[in-house]
């Protein structure tokens, strides 16, 4: 995993799960890697992914089954896309929309590149 200074490697090990589980990888109720698999995964100690596990759990997107492990919380799913969604709204969106307004971009011609691209991924 490549990581970049601009965010604490925990953080970016948050993320790494949460596309895991919004792609499905790893479904509501599943059993995820161990700690110890995660840290070998991304290349990290073992205290660092200990960090991003009770960040999650702190959370409600995991939980620990004593001497079972790790695993997707019922409604983890639903939290991820949530917390992913609020992010984007509030510290993405409005950089896009001056940049739209500074370049001059309409909602029509920002929504023909939108289906442009999503039948491109098709």
Request: hydrophobic share 40%.
């Amino acid at each position: 995993m490549e990581f970049d200074n601009s965010k604490p490697i925990y953080l970016q090990i948050v993320d790494f799960f949460y596309e895991n589980i919004l792609v499905k990888r790893w479904a509501d109720e599943e059993r995820i890697p161990s700690v110890r698999e995660v840290a070998m995964m991304v290349e990290v100690n073992p205290n660092t992914a200990i960090r991003a596990f009770n960040h999650l759990q702190d959370l409600g997107v995991i939980y620990n089954k004593r001497g079972i492990g790790y695993f997707v919380a019922s409604d983890g799913y639903i939290k991820v896309l949530n917390i992913k969604r609020k992010e984007f709204m509030e510290q993405m969106l409005p950089d896009v929309f001056k940049k739209l307004n500074l370049l001059d971009i309409s909602f029509d011609e920002l929504k023909n590149a939108y289906n442009q691209q999503k039948n491109e991924e098709k």
